[in-house]
């Protein structure tokens, strides 16, 4: 986790974002897609990035999930200056510390739900047949999938597919999970279903969520909402809390 | 490893049709190569079987210079009594060896007292001769097949019919010995020989001892040694062995005595071997087009189409060295795929093939049956082909799935 020393009070974060900006180029045109964002999150923080289209919410996912690179600013995860990572070294860190949910579900299609959630632990961290089976018996119980769990996915619902992706993105015991509109392709009642599922693996595992949505009725369900717009953070609200920005 | 072949077998099975097809197209590379190489392959034993077991042996011993001079079957190049019993001895202490015969050849007049013409003639112990080559015997067409007794001839089939000499008719065989003198010996004709491609195909036999008789020899004097091995597969191993045992023989002049050759430096048909051999390797370089081209086809759709998977994987942090084998041990699959069923389909037409009975002629041979085999080597050495091919064509389009950006793939639409 990150630690932010300020007047001799020690905090830690799951991530720590100081004047991140990210350009993008078109031909021979710049666009700055983030403009010098600072935030910080907590472990076990239930967060979620909202903006209309093109305010930068993916393009910041995609760099706490160290999927991209800031090209300004610094940007710790995990206790990791994700600056810095070349490409095996920020597989080998994705593989151990974050999960991903994706909005299309992004499932591979000729492995079974089971042998789904079990891709990262035999491909990625190489865990032992017993501990991996224990795993993902215990997040296909947490998930709902257990009955369900020898189809393939287009053998399922889009909610049973999501349900089966936060159950892959989990099944490493990741420090974070990352999920890009989660919902967006799912109706409502299933996007509250698959949002419960989130929140109830979070007071479980104790593991950091950070998604982003554009849908104003999910946002309703995140502790904490961070505004985004034309690639600035304009706004932070706490659930219950008062908002800032 | 076991869990990149389920992913690899589960994403070939998912184009079911594709995968078919280029497998098909694989089974059927390797089907034609077996089949080739089975068929010419028999084919060209079957040749070589002929010259060496009918005729040549497998190895000839000459004296130093004799081969140079083959043609005219020069008398004053053959091997003495002295160097001949050495070669003897060297011979008989060689476990290699199943038999060896002397031979003295030389060239007369063949007369049936009507006509006259010329005549190349074998004087060999008969039953030596038959040890060393065992299918002599299959080509007298017509007389006693079993042996030569002394005072007896077999005639080539060409000058039998030429002159319309048969069996038992009397002829006189007229030669002129190593010193200018001229000598002739009746003969009974107790064989008609039928001719094979080569050098010596159309040659008579005669007993040695009658040869030395018309030669007027007093001692024995070889013009070759044929020898026939327990074991053809191993004929340089041992011609290199009894080149060496055999250097050590030298003359007074300090030179060496002996020179060895083996069939392939005595027959021409050794370039019509080295043809197929040629022919072979290009048909094989053919299945290597085939299957990279098939293949790499493949894995670049492959790679292509799931360009979005690839980004997923990535992302959740398969290293790029695990994706680059998914894709190589997807090809490596579905080249191992067509290599079993080709192997498989090709046992069956090569054993159809035989069951067939097909024959074929060669020069003046008619009636050959084609027994096509093929040596597990050649199988393996095939299957390898295709495996390495598979891997290598995989290579490129795994790279390039490997080397993939997860944003941009997961991107992709």
């Known amino acids: 986790m990150g630690l932010v020393v300020a007047e001799n009070i020690t905090k830690v974060y799951s991530v720590v974002a100081t004047k991140v900006s990210k350009d993008y180029t078109a031909g021979e045109i710049a666009i700055r897609a983030l403009n010098e964002v600072s935030f910080e999150i907590e472990p076990a923080s239930f967060v979620s990035f909202v903006g209309p289209s093109g305010s930068g919410k993916t393009t910041l996912l995609n760099l706490i999930g160290c999927l991209d690179k800031p090209t300004e600013g610094r940007l710790m995860v995990a206790d990791t200056d994700v600056l810095h990572l070349d490409r095996k070294q920020s597989a080998s860190f994705r593989g151990n510390n974050i999960g991903f949910i994706f909005q299309d579900f992004n499932l591979i299609p000729v492995l079974t739900v089971y042998e789904n959630i079990e891709y990262p632990l035999l491909m990625v961290q190489n865990v032992p047949g017993g501990e991996r089976k224990k795993r993902i018996n215990a997040l296909l119980e947490a998930v709902g999938m257990a009955d369900q769990k020898d189809k393939y996915p287009d053998q399922i619902s889009g909610g049973q597919k999501q349900r089966v992706a936060i159950a892959r993105a989990l099944v490493t015991n990741p420090k974070l999970v990352l999920a890009d509109e989660p919902t967006a392709n799912l109706d409502h009642k299933t996007a509250f279903l698959v949002l419960e599922s989130m929140k109830k693996m979070r007071n479980e595992f104790r593991t950091t969520f950070i998604f982003s949505t554009h849908d104003q009725k999910i946002v309703g369900e995140a502790e904490i909402v961070y505004t985004l717009e034309d690639g600035e953070l304009v706004g932070k609200q706490a659930k219950g809390g008062k908002k800032n920005g | 490893m076991g869990n990149l072949f389920k992913i690899a077998i589960r994403n070939l099975r998912r184009y079911k049709r594709r995968t078919l097809l280029t497998a098909s197209l694989v089974t059927i590379g390797v089907v034609f190569v077996l089949l080739f190489i089975s068929i010419s392959g028999s084919f060209k034993n079957m040749m070589i079987g002929q010259m060496t077991d009918s005729m040549l042996g497998h190895l000839e011993v000459h004296r130093k210079g004799y081969l140079a001079s083959i043609d005219n079957l020069p008398l004053n190049l053959n091997l003495k009594m002295q160097a001949y019993k050495k070669l003897e001895g060297i011979l008989n202490q060689q476990p290699e060896v199943e038999a060896f015969s002397p031979r003295i050849k030389f060239g007369g007049m063949f007369s049936t007292f009507v006509e006259t013409t010329n005549i190349r003639l074998n004087g060999v112990y008969p039953d030596r001769e038959l040890k060393t080559v065992p299918l002599l015997p299959s080509r007298v067409t017509n007389g006693t097949k079993?042996?030569?007794?002394?005072?007896?001839?077999?005639?080539?089939?060409?000058?039998?019919?030429?002159?319309?000499?048969?069996?038992?008719?009397?002829?006189?065989?007229?030669?002129?010995?190593?010193?200018?003198?001229?000598?002739?010996?009746?003969?009974?004709?107790?064989?008609?020989?039928?001719?094979?491609?080569?050098?010596?195909?159309?040659?008579?036999?005669?007993?040695?001892?009658?040869?030395?008789?018309?030669?007027?020899?007093?001692?024995?004097?070889?013009?070759?040694?044929?020898?026939?091995?327990?074991?053809?597969?191993?004929?340089?191993?041992?011609?290199?062995?009894?080149?060496?045992?055999?250097?050590?023989?030298?003359?007074?002049?300090?030179?060496?005595?002996?020179?060895?050759?083996?069939?392939?430096?005595?027959?021409?048909?050794?370039?019509?071997?080295?043809?197929?051999?040629?022919?072979?390797?290009?048909?094989?370089?053919?299945?290597?087009?085939?299957?990279?081209?098939?293949?790499?086809?493949?894995?670049?759709?492959?790679v292509y189409e799931r360009i979005r998977e690839i980004g997923t994987i990535a992302a959740i942090g398969t290293l790029p060295g695990k994706i680059l084998s998914m894709f190589v041990v997807e090809g490596f699959s579905l080249g191992l795929l067509g290599v079993i069923a080709g192997n498989v389909l090709g046992m069956i037409i090569i054993v159809i093939v035989n069951l067939s009975k097909i024959t074929f002629s060669f020069g003046r041979q008619t009636g050959l049956i084609l027994s096509a085999k093929v040596a597990p080597m050649d199988m393996l050495v095939v299957s390898l082909i295709v495996i390495v091919i598979s891997v290598i064509a995989s290579l490129q389009p795994a790279f390039k799935a490997s080397r993939m950006e997860p944003i941009k793939a997961l991107r992709h639409v």
């Open chain 2, 146 to 302: 079993k042996t030569l007794e002394k005072g007896e001839i077999w005639i080539p089939e060409l000058m039998s019919k030429s002159m319309k000499v048969n069996i038992g008719d009397t002829v006189v065989i007229i030669a002129t010995n190593k010193d200018g003198s001229v000598n002739g010996k009746q003969f009974k004709v107790a064989g008609v020989l039928e001719s094979i491609t080569g050098p010596g195909g159309r040659d008579g036999y005669i007993h040695i001892e009658d040869a030395m008789e018309v030669l007027r020899m007093e001692e024995m004097e070889v013009s070759e040694v044929a020898v026939r091995l327990k074991d053809f597969s191993r004929l340089h191993s041992f011609s290199d062995k009894l080149e060496g045992l055999l250097s050590g023989e030298l003359n007074k002049q300090g030179k060496p005595i002996y020179e060895v050759h083996t069939w392939e430096k005595l027959s021409p048909f050794y370039n019509i071997a080295r043809m197929i051999d040629i022919m072979a390797f290009f048909i094989k370089l053919m299945l290597i087009a085939i299957v990279l081209t098939s293949i790499m086809n493949v894995m670049i759709m492959a």
